[in-house]
């Protein structure tokens, strides 16, 4: 069963940084792309990294530049550090991974960027 449990959410100044975690568990971690999503109040949940097997990344334009995704598979872990944070980056973020042919989420973690 897969499981994904995100962390390191909370309140930010602008400019700020924070690092988001995500512990995966129930699947080869390994041998699976991970990715990062997030969702703002009134607005759709929206793609913003994701690293193959492999380590390659990509990002949404929105954040090239100030988010880097990352990976630790010794640890099971994805991680998502943010830095030079801006109020529209404010909305809670979600793990995911596609395995056994379904989506696969976290259950979020809040970042509120203000002052």
């Known amino acids: 069963q897969v ?12 400019g700020g940084s924070l690092r988001l975690s995500c ?3 129930g699947f080869t971690f390994s041998n699976y792309a ?4 997030r969702q703002a109040p009134g607005k759709q949940r929206e793609w913003v990294a994701g690293i193959t097997s492999g380590g390659i990344t990509n990002y949404v334009d929105s954040v090239k530049g100030r988010f880097t995704i990352s990976r630790d598979n010794a640890k099971n872990t ?4 943010m830095n030079s944070l801006k109020p529209e ?6 793990c995911y991974t596609y395995h056994s042919s379904r989506s696969n989420w ?6 509120t960027v203000s002052s």
């Open 106 to 111: 976290g259950q979020g973690t809040q970042v």
């Open 34 to 37: 991970m990715g990062w999503y």
């Open 89 to 94: 980056d404010t909305a809670v973020y979600y």
């Open 78 to 81: 994805v991680y998502l550090q």
């Open 23 to 25: 512990a995966a568990s």
């Open 3 to 14: 499981q994904l449990v995100e962390s390191g959410g909370g309140l930010v100044q602008p």
